[in-house]
């Protein structure tokens, strides 16, 4: 599933050829959405904001487009406003002068007004925004601090966005890894140093996430082994799907396991 920094680069290349235009058509898929094609046509988007895992696009009559992507969904630009050549299920179309907006396969998607947002359930309970330019360092602690006491696992507590909104499973593995901190290891466990770390790599691998494409491995190490020809998928992570491989802080084995249900990534030598 996409993760907040894979939406907010979405939004950036959205918003990149769509905000400020007049919309000239849209097209929804869903017969219970189609009543909307005809009030946002002609109208223009003010901007395009990602919330967490949601995008929402908004227009100058107050209407907003919501989406999630969920597990499949997918955002194509298209320059010359043709659907791309792919088996996947067209949802969404939004068409301006130079380009085309087009949402395949997500199943989420609605058409709120403005006053509903700070209603509408999933984005009520979004926890602190990583990814927004007013986050700092010692609010992430403050939010980390609230849970001091909670005896979920941070492999669960960090996934949940109502606690941090952005971070899934792969930055999860990688912010622990990072942290030297097991999947199973508690808020509680924490000493004031621990949890410092913690919020700092929380903050700062998002953020290397979304300014890299992708990237949670040291950004140097990414660089020569990118240099050496080494593929993406493979020089991008530290543990993610890296089970069986070396450490590369402490020369132990990655594995991959279900840590307090969830599947994951970490290494046992230096993940206490
Ligand atoms: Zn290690």
Redesign the pocket.
Known sequence: MPEGPEIRRARDELAGVLKGQRVNDVFFAFDALQTYQEKLTQQHIVSVESRGKAMLIHFDNAYTIYSHNQLYGRWYIAPDKKTPDITRQLRLAIYVDNAAAFLYSASDIRVLQTHELSVYPYLAKLGLELLSPDTNESMVFDHLMAHRRSRRCLMTLLQDQSVLSGMGNYLCCEVLHAAGLHPETRPCDLDDEQLTQLAHHCLYLTIQSYETGGVTNSLTRAEEMKEQGVEFDNYRFQVYRREGQV?Y??G?VVVKGKFCGRMGYC?L??QV
Do not use: D, E, H, L
Request: hydrophobic content about 0%; overall charge positive.
């Open positions: 450490c802080r402490c132990g290494c030598s230096c």
